[in-house]
């Protein structure tokens, strides 16, 4: 079993819909909850991270944790063809080091 | 304020061919870190460096692959003999402090094809 697992997608949405990524970890310890989104080729770039249970919103964005179901999820609102891209989910237990999923590839098309 | 920057972009070598990857974080970061992306995989940890020290390297394969920080500025990873399943994508990031609810930047990566 995988630490951090996610669906490879492709997840296809409409312009304009609600995107849903989501994410389970298999380690209890894990204290920490990232995602980064990463366009092909590029680096990955820190969007979210949240570390209670809960809902944390940024703007479009908003980050999703619980920790009893070792669930943590991404929303993405009124989605936008520039915000397909892949996106990866990282948890980090008690060290600094980030626990990678496979990542999720988001298509949003017009 | 420069971003983590990585060279080269692209490396091409052959199986048993020596390959040095650099690495220059943000100015003033003194976590350094090295992941990989193996075809099809996550993104794996390497090491982690705080200034010039190791402060974790235990994602690191097998020693054949060696990394320094000199100085506790840029670092290099070199891989000696290469090996077919090295190639990947090597990516940098750096951080300014080490916080467990913190992220930290990654550089563009370098893709390393061992052929």
């Known amino acids: 079993q995988k630490e951090v697992e996610q669906n490879s997608g492709p997840l296809s949405v409409p312009e304009g819909a609600i995107a849903s990524l989501n994410c389970t970890y298999s380690?209890?310890?894990?204290?920490?909850f990232f995602w980064y989104r990463q366009y092909s080729g590029k680096s990955p770039e820190l969007i979210m991270f949240?570390?209670?249970?809960g809902d944390k919103e940024d703007g479009r964005f908003t980050a999703q944790l619980n920790k009893a179901s070792q669930y943590v999820s991404l929303l993405i609102r009124d989605s936008q063809p520039s915000d397909s891209a892949t996106y990866l989910c990282?948890?980090?237990?008690?060290?600094?080091?980030?626990?990678f999923g496979t990542g999720t590839r988001l298509q949003v098309f017009p | 304020e420069a971003g983590v920057t990585q060279f080269p972009s692209h490396s091409v070598i052959e199986k048993g061919q020596t390959v040095t990857l650099r690495c220059d974080p943000i100015s003033g970061h003194d976590n350094l870190y090295w992941y990989r992306r193996v075809m099809g995989k996550e993104i794996k940890f390497l090491l982690h460096?705080?200034?010039?020290?190791?402060?974790?390297e235990s994602g690191m394969p097998n020693n054949r692959f060696l990394a320094e920080r000199t100085g506790g500025t840029y670092s290099t990873l070199k891989v000696q003999p290469a090996e077919l399943e090295d190639s990947g994508v090597y990516f940098c990031?750096?951080?300014?402090?080490?916080?467990?609810?913190?992220?930290?930047?990654f550089g563009s990566g370098t893709r390393l094809t061992v052929v």
């Open positions: 990031a750096s951080s300014q402090v080490s916080r467990d609810n913190y992220g930290y930047t």
């Open positions: 460096f705080v200034k010039e020290s190791k402060q974790d």
């Open positions: 380690d209890r310890g894990s204290q920490s």
């Open positions: 990282a948890v980090k237990r008690n060290t600094d080091k980030l626990i």
């Open positions: 949240i570390y209670s249970n």
